[in-house]
T-cell receptor, first 119, second 113 residues
Framework: AQKVTQAQTEISVVEKEDVTLDCVYE???????LFWYKQPPSGELVFLIR??????QNEISGRYSWNFQKSTSSFNFTITASQVVDSAVYFC????????????????FGQGTILTVHP | NAGVTQTPKFQVLKTGQSMTLQCAQD?????MYWYRQDPGMGLRLIYY???????DKGEVPNGYNVSRLNKREFSLRLESAAPSQTSVYFC????????????FGQGTRLTVV
C-alpha cells in the first residue's frame, strides 16, 4: 500500500524566512508520480509540481524549489523568502502509474502541513 | 474555462436524508475522482472512474455510490447520510495524456446533523 507522511503539522515563520516542508513516501511501485498541491484559505486545491520516479533532478520555480531523493523516499518543498500570500495548507501526494505509464489522478495524500507566514 | 465544476458548494442534511453531489468537467478528461477531506487526514479517495462506463472503489467507499453519467459528469450519492459523512468533498479529473495532473473542483462543504 502507498503512504505519504508529512510529519510537520503546522509551521509558523516570519515573512522573508526560508521554509522547508518535508514529505516522505512509501510505495512498492517502480514507476510512480509525486505531487505538491497548495490549498489557500479560500479552499481550492492548486497544483504546484509533478515529478516522476525516473526524474531526480531538483527543480526551481521562482521562490519555490523541490528536492526529490529516491534513496530516502523524500520529496521536500522549499519556499525561499516566504510571503504572507504563501500562507496555506500544503499537500504532498503520490500516485501509481496508469497502465500506459502516465501519471494518474488516483492520489494518496499526506496529512498536509499548515504554513502560516506572519508579516 | 470552467475546468471542474461542483454543485452545490454548501449543503446541510439531516441524518438519514439522501442527496447527490454533481460534478462536471469541460477538459475532455477520461478519468474522474471523488475525494473527501477531513481535518488532519488530508484527502482520501472515495470512488473513481478511470474511463467512461467504469467505476471503482477507493479507500473510503462505504456509504456512497457513484454514477459516471457520461464523459463529462460524475456524481456522488449519499443514500442515507450520517454525521460521519460531514466533510468537504472534492471532485477531480485527469486526462489520458502523458504526465498530467489532477484538476480539482472548488469543493462541497457538507454538514450532516
Amino acid at each position: 500500500a502507498q503512504k505519504v507522511t508529512q510529519a510537520q503539522t503546522e509551521i509558523s515563520v516570519v515573512e522573508k524566512e526560508d521554509v522547508t516542508l518535508d514529505c516522505v513516501y512509501e510505495t512498492r511501485d517502480t514507476t510512480y508520480y509525486l505531487f505538491w498541491y497548495k490549498q489557500p484559505p479560500s479552499g481550492e486545491l492548486v497544483f504546484l509540481i509533478r515529478r516522476n520516479s525516473f526524474d531526480e533532478q531538483n527543480e526551481i520555480s521562482g521562490r519555490y524549489s523541490w528536492n526529490f531523493q529516491k534513496s530516502t523516499s523524500s520529496f521536500n518543498f522549499t519556499i525561499t523568502a516566504s510571503q504572507v500570500v504563501d500562507s496555506a495548507v500544503y499537500f504532498c501526494a503520490l500516485s501509481e502509474a496508469s497502465a500506459g505509464g502516465t501519471s494518474y489522478g488516483k492520489l494518496t495524500f499526506g496529512q498536509g502541513t499548515i504554513l502560516t507566514v506572519h508579516p | 474555462n470552467a475546468g471542474v465544476t461542483q454543485t452545490p458548494k454548501f449543503q446541510v442534511l439531516k441524518t438519514g436524508q439522501s442527496m447527490t453531489l454533481q460534478c462536471a468537467q469541460d477538459m475532455n478528461h477520461n478519468s474522474m475522482y471523488w475525494y473527501r477531506q477531513d481535518p488532519g487526514m488530508g484527502l482520501r479517495l472515495i470512488y473513481y472512474s478511470a474511463s467512461e462506463g467504469t467505476t471503482d472503489k477507493g479507500e473510503v467507499p462505504n456509504g456512497y455510490n457513484v454514477s459516471r453519467l457520461n464523459k463529462r459528469e460524475f456524481s456522488l450519492r449519499l443514500e442515507s447520510a450520517a454525521p460521519s459523512q460531514t466533510s468537504v468533498y472534492f471532485c477531480a479529473s485527469s486526462g489520458g495524456g502523458k504526465n498530467t495532473e489532477a484538476f480539482f473542483g472548488q469543493g462541497t462543504r457538507l454538514t450532516v446533523v
